[in-house]
């Protein structure tokens, strides 16, 4: 079936430094990969996400890029500062079936000041 | 606050109680779904919505659970008989037709004793 992998589950980088979150996923299909990003006591909040016609996407911080021949795609933060401590999932969705969503199982970033 | 909102954000149920929790989804989007969060783990599919028809429910989704939106806006799932394994946080979601991104509530977790 459908399935997100997702490594490290865990990550502890000093501030400044860059964090890097693979994810690789087995549904050919799938067109869409979004991230998410999850605080204690809160739902996911979607920070960047990118189609499988783009190879890379950046947003200030925060870059993803996507490798459809591998069925790889990866988050890099650079620049780290404690705030970006969070759980982050990534996940992946296609077009059909009501553009539902699988979820690696996530990444645990601490960010130490 | 125009986001997706839930509630309860907490509950306690003792095993074989019927427990019910809603969602009120960004007021313009069409389609809404249901995850279902363990600890250490990403969202898992549950079920989602199209304005008032349910259209997909994923194999998670026993008997036991059932989830309505009856005028296509706020959505309940009610879950009878709870188990020990039901307890987890439940998410829910929203989104406009034919978008793929999702912006999900607080959650509510549920603790089944």
């Known amino acids: 079936g459908e399935n ?29 990969f979004p ?43 650079t620049e780290t500062q404690p705030e970006d401590s969070a759980v982050y999932f990534c996940a992946a969705s296609h077009n059909t079936g009501g553009f539902k969503t699988i979820f690696g199982a996530g990444t645990r970033l601490f960010v130490k000041a | 606050d125009t986001g997706v909102s839930q509630d309860p954000r907490h509950k306690i149920t003792k095993r074989g109680q019927n427990v019910t929790f809603r969602c009120d989804p960004i007021s313009e989007h069409n ?39 009856p005028k296509g806006s706020f959505s309940t799932l009610e879950i009878q008989r709870t188990e020990q394994g039901d307890s987890a946080m439940y998410l829910c979601a929203s989104s ?8 999900f509530g607080p959650g509510t977790r549920l603790t089944v004793t």
């Open chain 2, 31 to 69: 389609r809404l779904y249901w995850y279902r969060q363990t600890l250490g783990q990403g969202p898992e599919f549950l079920t989602y919505f199209q304005n008032e028809a349910q259209l997909e429910k994923s194999r998670l989704l026993s008997d036991r659970f059932s989830a309505e939106r």
């Open chain 1, 35 to 77: 991230w998410y990003k999850q605080e204690l006591g809160k739902g996911p909040q979607l920070i960047i996400d990118i189609r499988s016609n783009v190879g890379e996407k950046k947003d200030q911080r925060i870059a993803v890029t996507l490798n459809k021949t591998a069925k790889h795609f990866s988050l890099h933060i």
């Open chain 1, 4 to 32: 997100v992998e997702q490594h490290p589950s865990t990550l502890s980088v000093q501030e400044g430094d860059s964090a890097v979150i693979k994810c690789t996923y087995s549904d050919s299909a799938s067109n869409y």
């Open chain 2, 96 to 103: 406009l037709y034919g978008v793929h991104e999702q912006y």
